[in-house]
C-alpha cells in the first residue's frame, strides 16, 4: 500500500495579498501583505514594516523576501 501524501500544517493560500506577521530567529518581527511564498516558506512581502518590542512600526522594509529557514511563525 502507497503511502498518504504528508498535508502541510501550513496553509498559506488562504493569507495570500492578505497582511501577516512573521516572526524570525533572533526576535526580529515583520508585518506585511502577503504577495507569495514557496514550498520552503520563502515568503514575499510588500508594504512590510519591522516592529518593535510594543508591537509598533519602527521600521518601514517596503518589499522583502523572508527566508524560509529564519521564519519561526507566522500569524
Known amino acids: ?11 498559506l493560500s488562504t493569507s495570500l495579498q492578505k497582511s ?3 516572526h ?12 507569495g511564498y514557496d514550498e520552503l ?3 514575499v512581502l ?3 514594516y519591522e516592529l ?3 508591537g509598533e512600526k519602527c521600521r518601514k522594509l517596503g518589499l522583502i523576501v523572508a527566508r524560509g ?6 500569524v
Open 1 to 11: 500500500m502507497a503511502p498518504k501524501p504528508q498535508e502541510s500544517i501550513l496553509t
Open 20 to 22: 501577516i506577521t512573521v
Open 24 to 35: 524570525f530567529s533572533g526576535g526580529r518581527v515583520c508585518t506585511g501583505t502577503l504577495k
Open 41 to 43: 516558506v520563502n515568503l
Open 46 to 48: 510588500s508594504d512590510a
Open 52 to 54: 518593535n518590542g510594543d
Open 69 to 74: 529557514t529564519q521564519v519561526q511563525r507566522v
